[in-house]
């Protein structure tokens, strides 16, 4: 077993528990927030900052890097970990979710999908065995099955076809699971229709995967559709699994995530707004480019700990992104990132010493007021 | 007396000299190399990272911190250290390079120049006295007069009026210099003309500056110009003060600089040809998307021991640089200053230990293979 996870302390009054989850390069706490590097590098960031950052592990993403620069080239330079030079658990996701957000450049058949390459217009064709063989090639901890992401929009039709051919491909990817170094998640779709989730998630389980992840969420449905799905989904994935919500969300979609029995998340939101000038703070979010930051001694957040917050102020960090400065960037891609973080300790923590349930009142009673 | 200068080393066959700078933010070693932080922020770094690269002085801009956020905007937030995060020595440059640079948006008289601002097109007056004061309101541990530097094709009587201007600007920079924190330096200018030159910085002397500067080289004319001018220049400057040649260069054009007797260099090179991908090694300068690379396991350089070299494999830089991932631009720019703050450390063994012929020989033939 590549994969190995103990639940450790669990929430008395929600389906929130803290985790551990030892993988081929290491250990981690859960409920975990991973860093997103989509190409084999968190945007703004080097390896050793991500480390300075207490990160845990890192999501990147097997499609866009068996597109360029190629999985085989990756391997014979010594796999993933080595090319990035991050010696830590890395999770790669399958292409999937590229089926849903370049489905203009795309065609999904019974046997796998054909991509339109972004960089070339080549043709690039993705099955759920060569996705399997692609994160081998990395060397991923984590894989994820090649699954078929359809919008929030989707009729139920389209929904019960994508997940028959996402159960169909998951069986064809758990039988050539042994090739890779690490474990192998299935992932439950099934658009809005619970029902659907439900009986996706038993079938799933009887595949026995090592994890589970809830995909096709938070694409275009509405917030209190999105948690009733994951709610039922979760609760019916194995106790002794670990759960992942895949590209969820802001601090508090996390935390609503948690306490529902999820226990790994992956988000662009920090490290994305950061570029654009958007803090998250723990008065909730702001935008540093704001006229009103012009002479403004503090720090992003005075409550943060990071060392941007420690050293510089918001008219600093302001004139530096009013003028364009990718240093800006990098300055709140460490604090955005620090905050998202330091979330998931509060969260492990709340959660070990039984108090999560006043942790999530205290944040939505708080965050509620600033709009996050 | 704020500045406080000592040579404490000097090379017998050449002007070479090391010496001990003390400023009111600390002590730096020299032939020293200034960081470019123009905006108060060296591009795709943190001052943070300076602090690790070794960085002892920072070079910033007082005409563009001027126009924004404004001097006594900074002065309200601390300072320009305070505002930068930034506790080291940090020079400031006048403004008088971008007559030259702004030369189609701004109009010289002899009471000052009137810029036309890149930012909103609107009239922005510098005044020797006016840039005096905003280096004090920075709080400048080395400010620089207000000059008028021309390019390497004015004529003689161009740049003998620019002169003439240059040294009534110095005197009435010279006059209210003790509102100044830190010491202020002259500037000799003279175009290509040598006589101009060596007549220039005698009136400078004359002043009494804290240090000498040579300005308006690099800007047009022949290198083998630029080094004769150096030469004469610099060998005319006081022993006991520090001499800083504005905007030069490669570590090639360093080494002869050093070798005239030049204590302090700046240049965007470093870090402007990192982001572009542009990377100085050992052997040479390599252009890591290079087509090259795509497989090659190896650091950017060999010999070096920063932390891209310590981590990262050339293939991997590349990818990053041709996919436009900042973090590339980032790494390289750690790279090229490593090497360039490495080479000064270089330079200031070699000298000290009686080996700077042997160093510059063995440099200028290494180098001059590969078109550094």
């Given at each position: 077993m590549p994969l190995k996870f103990s639940v450790t302390n669990r929430d008395p009054s929600s389906a929130a528990r803290c985790g551990v989850l030892d993988t081929p390069h290491g250990t981690l706490k859960t409920p975990a927030f991973m860093p997103v590097g989509t190409y084999g590098v968190v945007k703004g960031l080097r390896s050793e900052d991500l480390e300075e950052l207490g990160a845990q592990i890192v999501l990147s993403n097997a499609y866009h890097l068996a597109e360029r620069p190629g999985a085989a080239e990756i391997q014979a330079l010594g796999g993933l970990h080595q090319f990035m030079g991050w010696d830590g658990p890395i999770l790669t996701d399958s292409g999937g979710y590229q089926v849903f957000s370049l489905s203009d450049r795309c065609q999904v058949d019974d046997d796998g999908v054909t991509f339109q390459s972004t960089l070339d217009g080549s043709r690039f064709r993705l099955t759920p065995e060569s996705v399997v063989e692609i994160q081998s090639q990395l060397g991923s901890d984590i894989a994820m099955v090649l699954d078929q992401c359809v919008p929030g929009s989707a009729t139920r039709s389209i929904a019960e076809a994508a997940v028959r051919r996402t159960q169909d491909w998951a069986e064809r990817s758990r039988t050539i699971?042994?090739?890779?170094?690490g474990g192998l998640f299935g992932i439950v779709q099934g658009g809005v229709y619970s029902d659907l989730r439900v009986a996706h998630a038993e079938q799933l389980i009887g595949l026995d995967f090592d994890g589970y992840a809830v995909g096709g969420?938070?694409?275009?449905?509405k917030k209190n559709v999105t948690w009733a799905l994951l709610g039922e989904t979760a609760a019916i994935l194995p106790e002794d699994k670990p759960r992942y919500v895949m590209g969820m969300g802001t601090p508090n979609d996390i935390i609503e995530g948690v306490a529902r029995g999820v226990d790994l998340f992956d988000c662009v939101i920090p490290t994305r707004h950061a570029r654009n000038g958007m803090a998250f703070t723990s008065e909730g979010r702001i935008?540093?480019?704001?006229?009103?930051?012009?002479?403004?001694?503090?720090?992003?957040?005075?409550a943060c700990n990071c060392p941007t917050c420690r050293r510089y102020s918001r008219a600093y960090l302001r004139l530096l992104m009013i003028r364009g400065e990718m240093s800006a960037g990098i300055m709140l891609t460490w604090h955005n990132l620090f905050h998202y973080l330091d979330t998931m300790r509060s969260i492990r923590h709340a959660i070990a010493s039984a108090g999560f349930v006043e942790f999530r009142r205290n944040i939505a009673a708080g965050r509620a007021k600033l709009a996050d």
């Open positions: 699971a042994t090739c890779l170094p969420l938070a694409v275009g449905e935008s540093i480019k704001n006229q009103k930051y012009a002479a403004d001694e503090g720090p992003l957040d005075p």
